[in-house]
C-alpha cells in the first residue's frame, strides 16, 4: 500500500513538472508573439511613414519642376510659327544661332554630344526639333565656361554644344524657338533653361532620336 501510494505521489509531482513546463512554454510563446506582433507593427509604421515621406518628396519635386517650366526665363527669346520644312540646301536664318525654321532632312547627334568645330547649323536646328538644347559660344567665352557647360551637355541627353564664331554673345543657349544669352557657366538661368526646355513643352517632335545623325 505505501508503495502505492508512493508511486502516485511520484506520478503526481511529474505531472505537476510537467505541467508547469508546459505553462512556461506557453508564457513563454505568449512573449514571443507579443515581441513579434510588436516588431511588424513598428516595422509597418517605419515603411508607412517612409512612403509618406518619399510621397511628399516627389510631391514636393513634381512642384518645384512645375514652377521651374513655369517660371520664365529672364531675358528669354522666343519665336513662334516656326517652320519645320526639310530641304537639302543652305538656309538663311532671321536669328543666330537659328532656334528653328527651314533644316536639313538628318539631325546633328545630340545625345550628350560636344563639338570643337563648327557644325552646319541646318542639322543643329533639326536636333533642337528633337527636343536638344544647343549651347554654343566664341572665342570671347571664358574657357573655364565653356570647360564647365562642355561637362553639363556630356551629362545631359539631348543636348550638344558647339562654337558659333558670328553669334552676337560669348555664350548662347537656345531651344526649338527659344533662346537666352547668359553671363557664365554658374548664370543661374543655365540650369533653368536645360531643366525647362530639354524635351521641353517646346518640342515639336519630343522623344524623336538623338542619335543616328550627323556625327563629327
Known sequence: MA??????TVAAARRAKLEEARRRERARERRVRLVTIAA????IGALVAGAGYLM????????????????????????????????????????NPPVGGDHNPVWMNCDADVYTEPIPKENAVHSLEHGAVWVTYTKKADPDDVKKLGERVEATPYSLMSPVEDQAAPLVLSAWGKQVTVKSATDARVEQFFTKYVQ????????????????R
Open 3 to 8: 508503495s502505492a501510494k508512493k508511486q502516485d
Open 40 to 43: 511588424s507593427v513598428a516595422v
Open 56 to 95: 511628399s518628396a516627389a510631391d514636393d519635386k513634381e512642384k518645384a519642376q512645375a514652377e521651374v517650366e513655369a517660371a520664365p526665363v529672364q531675358g528669354e527669346r522666343t519665336w513662334d510659327r516656326l517652320s519645320q520644312d526639310h530641304v537639302g540646301t543652305k538656309v538663311s536664318y532671321p536669328m
Open 200 to 215: 521641353g513643352p517646346q518640342t515639336p517632335e519630343p522623344g524623336a532620336a538623338c542619335t543616328g545623325g550627323v556625327a
